[in-house]
């Protein structure tokens, strides 16, 4: 029986186009209004020299870092998003899939002063990955984790780990995939950092300004 992480990554190749165009023309509501300045924020605050993204998909991000004056490799498990993002510039990009990442966490560098996981964090086997990049992060440095909010992307399946399905359908484009992706409660993203050997440092829930409900869950952690 195949693993939903393995057609997690493959929909991503199936949908890189239309994911390209729907980050880069706005089309995704909340990422527009909340999360992409929430996750530029929190990054900056911590004021990092060098920053790695860990799946960076089509550099945005690393665009973004880049202007504000910060060094960005980007890591990407898609060949296609990796391209779209090496055209756009703004930072150095390698395509690796995390498992590879895991087995050889300095293969694109060392002493980050920030790893940064937008969105990106989305199997059910988060905590090897994170483990092993603490060997490429400096003494002092950061990690910083933006994902949806366990308390309002719970849905109907219920509060409990688990894997769900994004059909993309309020992304508007062309999705040519649907997306498997693991569901996680807040007690479980604690047990997860502290079972990767870092320590929490604090959390944020930037609040979507029209629904008023949390629009993702932030999180900051330090080498322990």
């Known amino acids: 029986m195949t693993h939903p ?20 023309d706005g089309g995704i509501e909340s990422r527009r209004l909340v999360t992409d300045d929430a996750i530029v924020r929190t990054v900056e605050e911590l004021r990092p020299g060098r920053v790695l993204d860990v799946g960076c998909g089509e550099g945005w991000l690393a665009r973004a870092l880049a202007e504000r004056g910060m060094r960005v490799t980007g890591v990407d498990a898609s060949p296609e998003l990796v391209e779209a993002a090496q055209q756009a510039g703004g930072g150095d990009f390698h395509a690796a899939t995390y498992d590879e ?3 050889d966490p300095l293969r694109f560098g060392r002493d980050f002063d920030a790893v940064v996981c937008n969105f990106s964090l ?64 807040m007690a479980s993203w604690m047990d997860v950092i502290a079972q990767a050997g870092w320590r929490l440092f604090r959390l944020g829930e930037p609040v ?10 932030l999180i900051i952690a330090e080498r322990s």
């Open 5 to 24: 992480g393995e057609a997690l990554v493959r929909s991503w190749t199936a949908n890189a186009a239309a994911w390209t165009r729907a980050v880069r």
């Open 101 to 103: 990442l895991a087995a």
């Open 122 to 185: 989305l199997d059910d086997r988060p905590a090897a990955l994170l483990a092993a990049l603490r060997e490429a992060t400096a003494q002092d440095g950061s990690l910083v984790i933006q994902t949806v909010h366990p308390w309002a992307a719970a849905g109907d399946e219920g509060y409990v780990d688990g894997w769900r399905t994004e059909t993309f359908a309020g992304f508007g484009g062309d999705f040519a995939a649907p997306m498997p992706w693991y569901f996680r409660t």
């Open 208 to 217: 979507h300004p029209q629904t008023g409900r949390p629009a993702s869950l």
